[in-house]
């Protein structure tokens, strides 16, 4: 089955922006559909970003625009890209998919999530 | 808008939790999952569309519910499942949406 591996820098400064990327394998990243969600210390799940089956994206309004996802079918990579960080956004960003035939409505698979913290 | 009670749930080994979820509005039963999630780890799905488990999910996990109220009942408490458990909507706004979990402790 599909297998996903986030990575990114760790540690970013304020104002700057955060890129991630969630590394597929096992599996074409194209029959899957992908969100990013991530979980502030201590804290519960939020809903990021998402990419539809069909190619749209959708955000969570109340990230206010700073968020763009995208995909790269060549190398398998589905990526965060969130601008004008605060200590807000200090969290854990998992990358979490389902496949296309599934429900559409759950997260079937989750990579292990990559710590982001937000300090200068 | 998604609420879960209790915050937390003590009960001891063997017991049965119930889990509650509930939404600010109707919505449809396919649309309302929940995860499991322990320490460092990420959330594992373990009911999709209200009633159904994945593959590979025990069915010591049972999800029922409908309009604004769902529950996930956990049967014959094990040590591995003393977690937190969260309750997720799709198709609201935002598009997917997260309760604040109930955390299963030892009592």
Redesign the interface.
Known sequence: HVQLQESGPGLVKPSETLSLTCSVSGDSITDYCWSWIRQPPGKGLEWIGHRHCNGRNDYNPSLKGRVTVSIDTSKNLFSLRLTSVTAADTAVYYCATYKVTASGTVFDYWGPGTPVTVAS | VLTQSPGTLSLSPGETATLSCTTSQNVNT????WYQQKPG?????LI??TFHR?PGITDKFSGSGSGTDFSLTIRSLEPEDFAVY?C?L??S?????????TKVDVK
Request: glycine share 16%; charged share 10%; aromatic share 20%.
């Open positions: 396919d649309h309302l999952g780890q990420a959330p594992r799905l999709y569309s994945p969260y997720q799709f198709g706004s935002p598009l997917f949406s997260f309760g604040p979990g």
